[in-house]
């Protein structure tokens, strides 16, 4: 159904961009009004007025239309419904892999990770060495 009134809604948009630009330009807006063209009678000014307005309401009702069924089909929910991700440990008397011992580029890091020295209470001067 949505697929249905969304292939009417874009031909509609087409048809309402064609007429548009087949309109005969009244304030000069863009410096081209006027000038007799294969459509200069009133009757076909008046044909364009209305088929515009009618492809207007019709552009207006499958937007509200498509925006209704947009909005049945979502469920509305919290995302703090939901219990938060905890981390659980594994199962049974699993133990940790430890790596192997071989002087690499993480061990140096890990070693690097011990605590730092407290930071000084106040602002110091640079020291020379």
Same mark, same amino acid.
């Given at each position: 159904? &949505?697929? %249905? %009134?969304?292939?009417?809604?874009?031909?509609?948009?087409?048809?309402?961009?064609?007429?548009?630009?087949?309109?005969?330009?009244? /304030?000069?807006?863009?410096?081209? +009004?006027? +000038? @007799?063209? #294969?459509?200069?009678?009133?009757?076909?000014?008046?044909?364009?007025?209305?088929? =515009? @307005? #009618?492809?207007?309401?019709? #552009?207006? %009702? =499958?937007?509200? #239309?498509?925006?209704?069924?947009? +909005?049945?089909? &979502?469920?509305?929910?919290?995302?703090?419904?939901?219990?938060?991700?905890?981390?659980? &440990?594994?199962?049974?008397?699993? =133990?940790?892999?430890? $790596?192997?011992? +071989?002087?690499?580029?993480?061990?140096?890091?890990?070693?690097?990770?011990?605590?730092?020295?407290?930071? $000084?209470? /106040?602002?110091?001067?640079?020291?020379?060495?």
């Amino acid at each position: 159904m &949505q697929t %249905v %009134v969304i292939v009417i809604h874009l031909i509609i948009v087409s048809v309402l961009t064609i007429i548009v630009l087949l309109q005969k330009s009244e /304030g000069g807006g863009l410096g081209m +009004g006027g +000038g @007799a063209g #294969f459509m200069s009678s009133r009757g076909t000014a008046n044909l364009l007025t209305r088929t =515009t @307005a #009618f492809l207007a309401a019709g #552009f207006f %009702v =499958t937007s509200l #239309f498509l925006s209704w069924l947009a +909005g049945v089909h &979502q469920n509305p929910g919290s995302i703090l419904d939901g219990a938060p991700a905890s981390q659980s &440990q594994p199962a049974g008397g699993a =133990t940790p892999v430890t $790596p192997p011992s +071989g002087g690499g580029l993480l061990d140096s890091l890990k070693q690097s990770d011990q605590p730092a020295p407290p930071a $000084p209470a /106040g602002p110091q001067a640079p020291r020379s060495q």
